[in-house]
């Protein structure tokens, strides 16, 4: 199934715009976090700290692959495990307040445009997306 002339953009991706779409996430998912702190109580605090770290890994990620990221969390270096995770994220993000619908909604979208890129065959992931492919089965036991 070709969906490319669905989805006309998906030909001119590179990696400087995933990158940048990445890090707006991040920083989307660090202040959808920070608004889970209002109103205070136990459960929002947990969740906007957990938020706040996802959305400071996803940035750095960008920057710099800690070896033990592509072990553990390879899933973050396929459009398809990524835009799981951006779903994830957007619809803990869902509730309350207009920032944190509109916040969630971002991340969602971006998150099931992910999940479409997986089965566009003329799409290639980015690079710094690229990463982990070596990782499955060469591992040494």
């Given at each position: 199934?070709?969906?490319?002339?669905?989805?006309?953009?998906?030909?001119?991706?590179?990696?400087?715009?995933?990158?940048?779409?990445?890090l707006?996430?991040?920083?989307?998912?660090?202040?959808?976090?920070?608004?889970?702190?209002?109103p205070?109580?136990?459960?929002?605090?947990?969740i906007?700290?957990?938020?706040?770290?996802?959305?400071?890994?996803?940035?750095?990620?960008?920057?710099q692959?800690?070896?033990?990221?592509?072990?553990y969390?390879?899933?973050?270096?396929?459009?398809l495990?990524?835009?799981?995770?951006?779903?994830?994220?957007?619809?803990?993000?869902?509730?309350?307040h207009?920032?944190?619908?509109?916040a969630?909604?971002i991340?969602?979208?971006?998150g099931?445009?992910?999940v479409?890129?997986?089965?566009?065959?003329s799409?290639?992931?980015?690079?710094?997306?690229?990463?982990?492919?070596?990782?499955?089965?060469a591992?040494?036991?």
């Amino acid at each position: 199934m070709d969906l490319s002339n669905i989805l006309p953009f998906a030909n001119k991706i590179t990696l400087n715009h995933s990158r940048l779409v990445n890090l707006a996430v991040g920083v989307i998912m660090v202040l959808g976090g920070v608004s889970q702190f209002f109103p205070i109580s136990f459960q929002s605090v947990v969740i906007g700290c957990y938020v706040i770290l996802f959305g400071l890994g996803t940035a750095l990620l960008e920057f710099q692959i800690p070896p033990y990221v592509a072990r553990y969390a390879s899933f973050l270096f396929s459009f398809l495990g990524r835009g799981i995770f951006y779903i994830f994220i957007g619809s803990i993000l869902l509730h309350d307040h207009v920032l944190r619908i509109i916040a969630g909604s971002i991340v969602g979208v971006i998150g099931v445009v992910y999940v479409v890129l997986e089965y566009i065959p003329s799409i290639e992931p980015p690079q710094n997306m690229r990463e982990a492919d070596a990782g499955w089965g060469a591992e040494e036991v």
